[in-house]
């Protein structure tokens, strides 16, 4: 197949499902993730798509928003290495909110092994992830059913939200700027999303580094209500990420980085490598709270230390 031809049918793959990984492409197109990668590369130049880690997406922050098929297999060895981290926020016998998405999913089925743990949600994909731990409670809430992502949404939801506090709300979404905080794609999610953060003490958002300085339609959740944010390590060349993740701590986001990878010589990389936010938190006593991440190349190994610490004290 020639280039011409490769790169016009994966332009149309991409077109058809908002978003697409290079290893499917690469098969459809029977050809290697190199290859792919370097078509990919080109159709960005032209303004066509847009690379995201692992896969390529429409171009634009404001395009509709992928479905659970394509969104499943977009940085995955991230977002399991988020909800990694984020399962160790949550303490025995918490109420917890947990959001719809495929990084929320993940996170539910680590708090499977947490005891006396309530979780209410929207999602069916978070409810089915704890469908069968006997010492966590699955609270769902009523709403229309929206196939694209499974989650329940409406009016219905957001009413059965009402009255409802609990102590953390995990939450996930198309984009996050230091500018507008995290966002949607879809009215309806983020009015659902709006409602679950009305219900927490704290608010706790789960981003891999592809959404870092993507900004989508509908915003969910404000900085200034962002508590903390647990994300992975954006590459070195990927300035935008890095940035965006220096913006968010400026503005007193707690930034906690899960560790993608381990050390040569098959030791045990850290769980996350974290730089101190300047000041308080927004309501926090000092040196209250995760620490935020070591994105401009620190030491991690003392940081590591005391973040283990800090969250064993929780």
Avoid: C
């Amino acid at each position: 197949m020639f280039a011409a031809e490769r790169r016009q049918l994966i332009l149309e793959m991409v077109r058809a499902n908002g978003a697409v990984s290079l290893r499917e492409l690469a098969r459809v197109v029977q050809t290697s993730e190199v290859t792919v990668r370097r078509d990919v590369r080109a159709l960005e130049a032209e303004g066509l798509l847009d690379r995201r880690h692992g896969g390529a997406v429409l171009p634009g922050g404001f395009t509709r928003e992928s479905g659970f098929p394509q969104k499943s297999h977009l940085a995955t060895a991230e977002k399991t290495a988020i909800a990694d981290l984020a399962a160790g926020l949550v303490e025995e016998g918490e109420a917890i909110v947990v959001g719809a998405g495929t990084t929320t999913q993940e996170l539910a089925r680590r708090l499977a092994r947490v005891p006396g743990l309530t979780v209410v949600t929207n999602s069916l994909l978070v409810a089915q992830a704890l469908a069968h731990a006997n010492r966590v409670e699955v609270v769902m809430t009523g709403g229309t059913l929206r196939g694209s992502n499974y989650a329940l949404v409406g009016s219905g939801a957001e009413q059965s939200l009402q009255g409802l506090r609990v102590s953390k709300a995990f939450l996930s979404g198309s984009g996050l700027t230091a500018e507008r905080g995290l966002s949607t794609s879809n009215m309806l999610s983020a009015s659902v999303d709006r409602a679950l953060v009305q219900a927490a003490a704290e608010v706790v958002v789960l981003a891999d580094h592809t959404k870092l300085g993507t900004d989508t339609m509908f915003q969910t959740v404000p900085t200034d209500v962002i508590t903390r944010l647990v994300t992975d390590e954006p590459p070195t060349r990927d300035d935008r990420a890095g940035t965006e993740l220096q913006a968010l701590a400026d503005q007193g986001v707690q930034i906690a980085v899960a560790g993608a990878s381990g050390p040569p010589g098959g030791e045990q990389a850290p769980a996350a490598r974290q730089r101190s936010v300047p000041g308080p938190r927004r309501g926090q006593l000092p040196g209250a709270g995760l620490r935020s991440a070591a994105v401009l190349g620190e030491s991690a190994a003392g940081a590591e230390r005391g973040r283990v610490a800090d969250m064993r004290r929780r």
